[in-house]
């Protein structure tokens, strides 16, 4: 079989590794491609020398060389519907289509239907830039901090947490006016503000059955203790379910059931990993989730920590989400404990430089497994240099406790170096603060 991931960060590498690692891969002498790749991914695929975003180059691509398998990593691609014309053309495709993948590409779509089927999610309400007066009525009926999103993709930036009415304008005026996110900030909502902890849950469906891996916990703040901005994520943790212990079942119930037959009504059947980012609200004795926000794809760097602890075929699950046989599929997990660290450039999320030598890459990995996100091969020097705010995760695996994944992750970390390279120090602290173990 030949197989194609398109995408070239942390998530493609770490699904690359689960899908090269898998029997059914290994055992059929499959080939794997990865457009773009990037130096780890080409470790065990064949780059491809197609952007992710380039959706025509992709199909011919996969037609000429004749591609049975495709797995889409990033969320554009979807969006502009390279899972319909993969499938249109022969090609099995782990994604959704264009329409069920609005379910992360527009935010006003995804509270509609929210709240059409009563799945837990803040009160919002929609607005779009013809009729601002009416945000300040809105506002007023809420507390401090307001949430304020622009509708649709943003490259995760498009949220703020606005503490005052000042802070709510300038921002509004900012997406609407200023337009710093193009057409994506010409509507957006504002929603009341939850208190509680984060999850990242995915579920890997076929539309009708589904299986949930095991949850994470991302970092999404640049700074230790959760502070300073947004960013893509800074590290991770996985298993996250000891968490929510007793709110799993609700999870399922009152969000993954009723999404997934939600989307078959409004006849956008939902294939693929559907990532429920949730808010777990109320007291430890009867926690209630809500959701944040849905993604249509996996996420980064959750899946860095996710894929490792998953034993049974990765390949298999993949293609069971595509082939509509996810009911037949067991997914059996690894009793073991995953810790991801990402550096970065310093400077991101904002300002920072690229183009540093990565040094210690290449010593024995023990029980770390390095992701490759933001890194570039230079042929000049012969070097893997950083090529993005998010250069590299580390991610340590350990059968004790989150804690001793971590450490190995750090451990790790400590013998890679480049020039200005940041992290945060205090990955998986969360778990230990939450459970007060
Ligand atoms: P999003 O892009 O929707 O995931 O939002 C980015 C981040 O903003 C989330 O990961 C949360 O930390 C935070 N956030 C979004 N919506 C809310 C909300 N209603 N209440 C509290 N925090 C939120
Ligand atoms: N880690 C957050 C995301 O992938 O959206």
């Given at each position: 079989?030949?197989?194609?991931?398109?995408?070239?960060?942390?998530?493609?590498?770490?699904?690359?590794?689960?899908?090269?690692?898998?029997?059914?891969?290994?055992?059929?002498?499959?080939?794997?491609?990865?457009?773009?790749?990037?130096?780890?991914?080409?470790?065990?695929?064949?780059?491809?020398?197609?952007?992710?975003?380039?959706?025509?180059?992709?199909?011919?691509?996969?037609?000429?060389?004749?591609?049975?398998?495709?797995?889409?990593?990033?969320?554009?691609?979807?969006?502009?519907?390279?899972?319909?014309?993969?499938?249109?053309?022969?090609?099995?495709?782990?994604?959704?289509?264009?329409?069920?993948?609005?379910?992360?590409?527009?935010?006003?779509?995804?509270?509609?239907?929210?709240?059409?089927?009563?799945?837990?999610?803040?009160?919002?309400?929609?607005?779009?830039?013809?009729?601002?007066?009416?945000?300040?009525?809105?506002?007023?009926?809420?507390?401090?901090?307001?949430?304020?999103?622009?509708?649709?993709?943003?490259?995760?930036?498009?949220?703020?947490?606005?503490?005052?009415?000042?802070?709510?304008?300038?921002?509004?005026?900012?997406?609407?006016?200023?337009?710093?996110?193009?057409?994506?900030?010409?509507?957006?909502?504002i929603e009341e503000y939850l208190s509680?902890?984060?999850?990242?849950?995915?579920?890997?469906?076929?539309?009708?059955?589904?299986?949930?891996?095991?949850?994470?916990?991302?970092?999404?703040?640049?700074?230790?203790?959760?502070?300073?901005?947004?960013?893509?994520?800074?590290?991770?943790?996985?298993p996250a379910d000891a968490l929510i212990d007793n709110t799993r079942k609700k999870i399922r119930e009152k969000i993954i059931e009723p999404v997934l037959a939600g989307m078959k009504k409004e006849v956008r059947k939902y294939k693929g990993c559907l990532y429920c980012g949730l808010m777990i609200c109320g007291n430890k004795e009867n926690y209630e989730p809500y959701v944040i926000e849905f993604n249509c794809r996996f996420g980064d760097p959750e899946t860095q920590a996710v894929v490792p602890l998953v034993k049974s075929d990765f390949l298999e699950l993949l293609l069971a989400s595509a082939n509509g046989t996810i009911g037949n599929y067991e997914l059996k997990t690894r009793k073991m404990y995953a810790g991801c660290v990402v550096a970065a450039s310093l400077g991101y999320p904002d300002k920072y430089e690229t183009g540093k030598v990565i040094s210690g890459l290449n010593r024995e990995p023990g029980d770390a497994i390095i992701v490759h996100s933001g890194t570039k091969y230079s042929f000049d020097k012969k070097e893997v240099l950083t090529s993005g705010g998010r250069v590299l995760s580390v991610v340590g695996l350990s059968p004790e406790s989150i804690d001793e994944a971590v450490k190995t992750a750090y451990k790790r970390l400590g013998d890679i170096s480049f020039e200005n390279i940041y992290f945060r120090k205090d990955i998986g602290n969360k778990f230990r603060i939450i459970t007060g173990k």
């Open positions: 079989m030949k197989i194609l991931i398109i995408g070239n960060g942390g998530r493609e590498h770490s699904l690359a590794l689960g899908i090269s690692m898998s029997e059914s891969f290994r055992k059929s002498g499959s080939e794997l491609y990865c457009a773009l790749g990037n130096p780890g991914i080409d470790e065990v695929a064949l780059p491809v020398n197609i952007k992710p975003s380039d959706t025509d180059a992709l199909l011919a691509f996969a037609l000429r060389e004749k591609i049975d398998f495709a797995v889409v990593g990033p969320e554009i691609p979807l969006s502009m519907g390279i899972a319909d014309v993969f499938a249109e053309n022969g090609i099995g495709v782990f994604g959704p289509s264009k329409a069920a993948a609005e379910i992360e590409t527009s935010k006003i779509f995804a509270k509609d239907f929210m709240i059409k089927y009563g799945i837990p999610t803040a009160r919002y309400k929609s607005f779009h830039s013809g009729n601002i007066p009416e945000t300040a009525e809105f506002i007023s009926s809420l507390n401090f901090p307001v949430v304020i999103k622009a509708d649709g993709l943003a490259a995760g930036k498009g949220v703020c947490i606005a503490k005052d009415i000042k802070e709510a304008n300038d921002f509004i005026d900012a997406i609407t006016a200023d337009k710093i996110f193009g057409e994506s900030g010409n509507s957006f909502i509680g902890f984060e999850m990242s849950v995915f579920a890997i469906t076929d539309g009708d059955d589904y299986v949930v891996l095991p949850s994470a916990q991302d970092h999404k703040r640049i700074g230790e203790g959760d502070t300073g901005k947004n960013t893509g994520g800074m590290g991770s943790y996985s």
